[in-house]
């Protein structure tokens, strides 16, 4: 059983920062990718940034210069670093990793992020 925690939502003014982090727990050898999807309200989930076992990111066009995704490969942990954040950054984040065998994907419960202007 997998399971992944998030934590580090909240409220912030535009211009703000958060830091938001997704520990992953459970019979896990090995993470092929862990990331950050966000769902608006209203809007279809959609990815912010992930990142792969071998160090390789990927950012949408949106969220380019201003967030920037890390992992620590010991504590099983993806971290989403967010400035300069604006109130189209409002959405509930959702923490996702690709874990074998295979690419079987994991969720977390979400957590909500709201940047006030």
């Known amino acids: 059983q997998v399971q992944l925690v998030e934590s580090g939502g909240g409220l912030v003014q535009s211009g703000g920062s958060l830091r938001l982090s997704c520990e992953a727990s459970?019979?896990?050898?090995?993470?092929?990718?862990m990331g950050w999807y966000r769902q608006a309200p209203g809007k279809q989930r959609e990815l912010v940034a992930r990142?792969?076992?071998?160090?390789?990111?990927t950012y949408a066009d949106s969220v380019k210069g201003r967030f920037t995704i890390s992992g620590d490969n010991v504590k099983k942990t993806v971290y989403l670093q967010m400035n300069s954040l604006e109130p189209e950054d409002t959405a509930v984040y959702y923490c996702?990793?690709?874990?074998?065998?295979?690419?079987?994907?994991?969720w977390g419960q979400g957590t909500q992020v709201t940047v006030s202007s």
């Open positions: 996702n990793a690709a874990i074998p065998p295979g690419w079987r994907e994991y």
């Open positions: 459970g019979t896990i050898s090995t993470i092929n990718r």
């Open positions: 990142i792969f076992s071998g160090g390789t990111t």
